[in-house]
Each structure stands twice: as C-alpha cells, then as structure tokens.
C-alpha cells in the first residue's frame, strides 16, 4: 500500500481550464492529514443521544476543509479586475477569504479531499 503524498499541488477550477493561462485562477491546495480528516469526519454528524443523530451544516464541513486545505492563490480577480488577497487571522481564513470563493468553495474543498484520499490502484500495490 502506497500512502497519499501529503504535498501541496496547484488546482484551476474546471470553469478556468479553457482559459489562456493567464487568465486562469490557481489555488494553492494541500491534502488533509488523517487528524484533520478525523476532525472533520466526526462533524458530519453529531450523536444527540438515544439513538438520534443531528447532521451538521455542510457549510460548516466546507469551511474546515478549506481552512486545512486551502494555501494560497494566484491571479484571483475581483469583478473590478484587481487583484484578491488572500489572508488568514490567526491561524484561521479570513471572512474576506471565504467570501471571495464562496462560488467555488465546494469545487475546492472536493479537490482536497480527493487527493487526500489513498489512491485505490496504488494501494493494490
């Protein structure tokens, strides 16, 4: 079994890959590792007792992903054209962040979480 290489690797969204290259928006990304994973498993649904599970907002599991995940980017345009910042405050993506991907930020999140799986042909070997 091969582990799942846990080093950042750039994204362009599926929307941007017809695009000249420099018109494209790449995300910096990084895979999960097995705590952050674990971490965000046990969000995804929070035992209330007797037996009565209560689903946690997928918004929520979105947003842990991408603050684990998510490293930077380049060439990220506001509807004016200029360039977005990326920012973390303390640790944590800023709300400016968020917002500025929030139409993309399930695309993004997928994106890390599938490369931070165990590539099932190379666990075969």
């Known amino acids: ?3 799942p290489l846990l080093c950042e690797f750039d994204y362009v969204l599926k929307a941007d890959r017809d695009l000249p290259a420099e018109e494209r928006t790449t995300f910096r990304l990084r895979p999960l590792t097995f705590r952050e994973r674990e971490d965000i498993s046990t969000t995804e649904a929070i035992d209330a007792g007797e037996g009565t599970k209560i689903a946690i907002n997928r918004f929520t599991i979105t947003r842990k992903i991408l603050n684990y995940g998510l490293v930077g980017w380049k060439n990220l345009l506001s509807f004016q054209g200029t360039p977005l910042e990326f920012a973390r405050t303390n640790g944590v993506l800023s709300d400016t962040t968020l917002d500025s991907i929030q139409d993309c930020a399930t695309e993004i999140a997928n994106a890390i979480t599938e490369r931070s799986q ?8």
Not at 118 to 125: F, G, P, R, W, Y
């Open 118 to 125: 165990v590539d099932k042909e190379l666990a075969k070997n």
């Open 1 to 3: 079994m091969r582990a």
